[in-house]
Structure formats: C-alpha cells, structure tokens
C-alpha cells in the first residue's frame, strides 16, 4: 500500500521556520523524484521544490533562497525546510513522487502551513 505522509505544518509567526516532512512506504523510494507543492485557499497547486533521484534540486521563484528541499534515501523521506515565512506562504503543502521512467504520481494528504502574527 503506497503511502506519502507528510508532517511539520503548522502556526508559525513571520519570519518563522518550520521544517516539513514526508514519509514514504509502499514504493522504491530511490526510483521517485520527489517534489513539494503547495496550495492556498482559492488558488491552484504550484510547485514549490523538487529534487530528483540523484538529488539535483529546484526551486520556485516565490521561495527560493528561504527553502531547501533534501532526501534520505535510507530512511524514505522528503523533507523541506522553510526559513523567513511570510503570511502569502500560507497553504496546504503536498508531497509528490513521480517514478523516474514511467512518470507515475503518488500524492500525500498534505500538512498545513500558517503564517500569522
């Protein structure tokens, strides 16, 4: 049973950190680029970071520089650390895994993310 579940959300003041987490089972976690999106109320899911199998690593111009996305491999985890949260990066962030060759997305249920004073 594939299972993504992600962790770490939650009520932050601004210019907070929080470090998220996404713990995967049920797949070959070494044969899935992961990825973290992020959607606000009343707008679309957007891609926030994403590191591949070998760990090449992308961000979205709206965090960059304040996120850093990693791997552990031996323990089947995604994490994304956020630094300097702002009130606008209030929103649900998901965990995906996408396999490398046959392009396969799992989804977790996601964990929410508040920034407020």
């Known amino acids: 049973q594939v299972q993504l579940v992600e962790s770490g959300g939650g009520l932050v003041q601004p210019g907070g950190s929080l470090r998220l987490s996404c713990a995967a089972s049920g797949f070959t976690f070494i044969a899935y680029a992961m990825s973290w999106y992020r959607q606000a109320p009343g707008k679309e899911r957007e891609l926030v970071a994403y590191?591949?199998?070998?760990?090449?690593?992308n961000y979205a111009d709206s965090m960059k520089g304040r996120i850093t996305i990693s791997r552990d491999n031996a323990k089947n985890t995604v994490y994304l650390q956020t630094n300097s949260l702002k009130p606008e990066d209030t929103a649900m962030y998901y965990c995906?895994?996408?396999?490398?060759?046959?392009?396969?997305?799992?989804w977790g249920q996601g964990t929410q993310v508040t920034v407020s004073s």
């Open positions: 590191i591949s199998v070998g760990g090449t690593t």
């Open positions: 995906k895994a996408t396999h490398i060759y046959t392009k396969r997305d799992y």
